[in-house]
């Protein structure tokens, strides 16, 4: 099937966990879509019907190829004559700073194909300003158009949670603003073909703040429960039994678990902005480091020595039954334990192989398996694992995710 010829041109810069959803989401909705990535890899596995994202089944790819209404790309010149288009692409952290690099190149890259009445829209997870006074200048440069006036430009968070079955793009409400009422409308007008609901907002600004304010409230109530997890063994109480207890409280009361770590793509808070959620990246950030220095002392106290051990790893992603590995914690205990002489297997079935370390062995999960390790540790709960087995057939199992049970199990 053709697109017809009046459908809107979306292009969609990115397309990993956050942008191949939103553009097969966009074509769907009867937008013709041109998904572009720099990554050539990612680019012909999609154009061959392969899904590099675990909540995208090949089959909706499949489709989506099929009706003519999406193609992928790693040219910028397919970008050329766009109505909308959404920059999703990565804000890596080093050393606890964003590098924002990727959102001025990909600016760079489509403003010369931007035209008049176009809409830009960034959806990457950045700090308040980003969309105003780092990306709009670049646009405006480069396309000698004014935001606001020739062109709409706006800021939208993304709010993907891999692995959940229920709040998907689609049904998740959106927030939205523009530089101004022409371009807040003309990003809302965009999103509510696309969304159930929107949530407009005043400005970019706004709009940023609120991403802020999301990641911040995750970071710092999973940093209460991580450190209330590693004072609350020695007094003889089980966290995870007065976590269930407390969320029975009807009013005043989100219940968070502990867990090696964080994960997923957040944005870091600067210690002089909000001094209390910094810290509480602080504490997180550390959790893995707590997580493998458990592990040496259980095998010591076993006689074994970390060196030379072999650690089976249950699951690299951030999140269960997601492929995300984005900053996750269980590559950071991989890490950590083969630093320290550790033979490292891994379980992953959900993550692409090709964006697992290459010095990480990966192996089915297997009675034989977990029997042959000195530790099986669960670092991320997917469901598929059989966790019964592993508790039976283990020696020594270190949970920090609280789904095994018996006398082999020590809990985070």
């Not at 095998?299 to 492929?323: E, I």
Request: aromatic share 4%.
């Amino acid at each position: 099937m053709e697109p017809t010829e009046d459908s809107q041109r979306v292009v969609v810069v990115g397309q990993g966990h956050v942008g191949l959803p939103l553009a097969l989401r966009a074509a769907e909705a009867g937008f013709t879509v041109t998904g572009i990535d720099i990554d050539e890899q990612r680019v012909k596995r999609l154009a061959a019907g392969d899904s590099c994202v675990g909540d995208v089944p090949a089959e909706r790819l499949t489709e989506a190829l099929a009706s003519g209404r999406y193609r992928a790309s790693t040219d910028y010149a397919d970008a050329h004559g766009f109505d909308v288009c959404v920059i999703t692409v990565p804000v890596p952290v080093h050393d606890g700073v964003p590098d924002r690099g990727a959102i001025v190149d990909a600016g760079r890259a489509v403003a010369p194909h931007l035209r008049p009445r176009a809409t830009v829209v960034l959806e990457s997870t950045t700090a308040p300003g980003t969309t105003e006074e780092l990306l709009r200048p670049v646009l405006e440069e480069i396309s000698g158009l004014t935001a606001g006036s020739a062109f709409h430009l706006g800021y939208s968070p993304e709010r993907t949670d891999p692995g959940n079955p229920r709040w998907r793009l689609e049904n998740t409400p959106k927030v939205v603003s523009g530089v101004n009422v022409r371009s807040l409308l003309a990003v809302d007008g965009f999103y509510s073909r696309i969304v159930r609901n929107t949530v407009p907002v005043s400005s970019p600004r706004t709009a940023e703040l609120t991403k802020l304010i999301e990641d911040a409230f995750r970071q710092v109530n999973i940093a209460l429960v991580n450190e209330l997890a590693t004072v609350t063994g020695s007094m003889g109480t089980d966290i995870r039994e007065a976590i269930d207890a407390a969320a029975t409280k009807p009013y005043g009361f989100l219940p968070f678990h502990p867990g090696p770590g964080v994960g997923g793509h957040r944005l870091p808070v600067p210690r002089g902005l909000l001094r209390f959620a910094a810290l509480a990246e602080e504490i997180n950030g550390l959790m893995p480091t707590q997580v493998v220095d458990r592990i040496v002392a259980g095998l010591d106290a076993r006689q074994r020595p970390v060196d030379g051990s072999r650690v089976l790893l249950l699951g690299l992603a951030y999140k269960r039954d997601s492929g995300d590995l984005r900053e996750s914690p269980a590559l950071a205990i991989a890490a950590g334990l083969t630093a320290r002489g550790a033979r490292v297997h891994a379980v992953e079935p959900y993550a692409d192989p090709a964006r697992l370390p290459a010095d990480l062995l990966c192996v089915e999960l297997t009675e034989e398996e977990a029997a042959a390790a000195d530790v099986v540790v669960v670092a991320t709960d997917h469901d598929v694992f059989d966790y019964t087995m592993v508790a039976r057939a283990a020696t020594y199992v270190f949970d920090t995710r609280n789904r095994c049970r018996g006398e082999s199990v020590e809990r985070l």
